[in-house]
């Protein structure tokens, strides 16, 4: 927690009476390096003390008159500073000039600091772990880390010489003389610390910012190896880009409609569908989209607004023939032997299929290829591999649409020839199709993933997604190679000797 009520009476036995010296707040100045649809980076004379939702000002010069416009702080880094625009766009050279920051110990928890205290002793690469107060509201006490695995320790404010961080001394204290302390009575009467307790308002609005600057952080790291490894970014595009994407969609479904069969449009917050199948049976089946995206976003930790270019476009056909001819004219693909399709071309992910006389059948079909679209649209352009992509979408189908016979079925497959099996015949590593028992064996390795750490799954394709290969990248996120990640699958499922 940030601030705690605990220890309250820390301060009863101690009569000394704080004279808080600051160090004085300045003006930070910076230029703007790299911008990133609405966010840019930011290099400073000083961020030691910029907390993340601080304000600051850019400058634009236009026409030879310059007008400053606000932005917030919307991370921090050792290095720089990342602002977010909402009303104006970035540009890189331009001049940024931050507030005057305030030192509040509130900016120090749970980072690392220099401490000096009235002894002399010097204590550096403490990690500060909870501040605790007196009812007075001024700070009792500082619960530290100590470096290199030496436990926690308690210092009692009143030692505190001095307090640096990251090179800068940020806090100065003056002890008076022993003979001219106040009485406790006179101490309880002083100004109240300014480190006075957080509402929980407060509270909650510390931890968010926190969050989203972590969050931003991990996402830096991500974007800086993804570009390492030379892998294509899908970029964050603006509402009027998500708009005309949306209208590009149906300008070109006019064309389909032309030249295949007039088509409908069904449109949900996620999802826009055209179709020429019976209106009632595409409204059922088109009612599992949206549902299929919320659970794909919790599960890769997104915001479900702010996945796709725009809209997902979605074909359905009332017959084959009518499925096979718009993929021969208008994606260049051979159906043959398909009974549905998840396409990419340049920003564009295109799902398309066609009804099936068993509605269960075709809806998890629906399913499965939105699955395939929603896993291409996270993050960048790389691919990943069959058995993660086929084996999440069937492990989506499974908690959508739990009737659904072919899912099932696969797993079942898999379990029966289990006891014949000694390994999984290098299936990680395939490129092409898995067969019928590799799904149903993939299907349940996703779902060992997700219940071992829903966290690290989100690492695991991650680190897939920034073009690592899966060794490498499970390692980073599990902590393991394949072989011991099959060893406790196995185990898991009655197969303890079972081998990638």
């Known amino acids: 927690m940030l601030i705690s009520s605990k220890g309250r009476s820390a301060m009863a036995t101690i009569g000394l009476f704080l004279l808080t010296s600051m160090i004085s707040a300045q003006e930070i100045e910076g230029e703007i390096t790299e911008v990133k649809g609405r966010f840019f980076k930011i290099t400073t004379t000083d961020n030691a003390l910029v907390p993340v939702g601080h304000k600051g000002v850019v400058e634009i010069v236009t026409n030879s008159q310059s007008t ?15 602002g977010k625009a909402n009303s104006f766009q970035a540009e890189v050279g331009q001049k940024v000039r931050l507030q005057p920051v305030t030192f509040d110990f509130v900016q120090l928890v749970g980072k690392q600091m220099d401490v000096k205290l009235s002894t002399g002793r010097e204590m550096a690469g403490l990690t500060l772990n909870e501040l605790v107060t007196n009812e007075d509201g001024s700070t009792a006490a500082l619960l530290v880390e100590l470096p290199d695995g030496g436990g926690a320790t308690r210092l009692s404010f009143s ?21 001219t302390r106040p009485s406790r009575s006179m101490a309880s009467n002083a100004r109240p610390h300014s480190d006075r307790p957080r509402t929980r308002k407060e509270i909650l609005e510390a931890r968010a910012q926190e969050k989203e600057a972590a969050e931003q ?31 590009a969609e149906k300008d070109i479904a006019q064309e389909v409609g032309a030249a295949v069969a007039p088509l409908e449009v069904y449109e949900t917050k996620y999802f826009i569908v055209f179709s020429n199948g ?43 023939q009518q499925f096979q001819h718009y993929l021969s004219r208008f994606l260049e693909t051979n159906a043959e032997g398909l ?8 920003d564009r992910i295109i799902v398309a299929t066609y009804i099936t006389s068993n509605a269960i059948d075709f809806a998890d079909t629906l399913l499965q290829l939105a699955s395939l679209a929603e896993v291409r649209a996270y993050k960048s352009k790389s691919l990943i591999r069959p058995w993660f992509t086929e084996g999440l979408a069937d492990y989506v189908s499974i908690r959508l649409l739990p009737q659904a016979e072919g899912p099932a079925a696969r797993r079942k497959l898999f379990m029966t020839n289990l006891l014949q099996m000694r390994s999984l015949n290098g299936m990680l590593l395939k490129d092409n199709d898995l067969s019928v028992t590799e799904r149903g064996a993939s299907s349940l ?19 897939m997604k920034a073009g690592l290969e899966f060794e490498e990248a499970l390692q980073k996120s599990y902590g393991g190679t394949s072989q011991a990640l099959i060893g406790a699958f196995g185990q898991s499922i009655g197969a303890p000797q079972l081998l990638p």
Not at 237 to 243: H, L, M, S, V
Not at 445 to 454: P, Y
């Open 159 to 179: 030692t505190i010489q001095s307090v640096s961080y990251r090179g800068r001394q940020v806090y100065l204290a003056d002890v008076e003389d022993v003979a």
């Open 217 to 247: 952080a991990k996402y830096e790291q991500w974007l800086t190896q993804a570009k390492k490894n030379g892998v294509v970014i899908w970029p964050e595009f603006t509402e009027k880009e998500r708009t005309d994407a949306d209208q």
């Open 339 to 346: 009974s549905g399709l998840c396409s990419y071309s340049g």
């Open 68 to 82: 400053e416009v606000p932005f917030i702080i919307s991370a921090v880094s050792g290095d720089y500073i990342v």
């Open 445 to 463: 390795l996703i779902e060992f993933l997700v219940r071992t750490d829903a966290t690290k799954f989100v690492d695991l394709l991650d680190n």
């Open 278 to 320: 019976n209106p009632a049976d595409i409204k059922s089946v088109v009612a599992h989209l949206d549902s299929l995206h919320l659970l794909v976003s919790k599960m890769y930790q997104v915001d479900p607004d702010k996945v796709y270019k725009g809209k997902m476009p979605i074909y359905i056909f009332r017959i084959q």
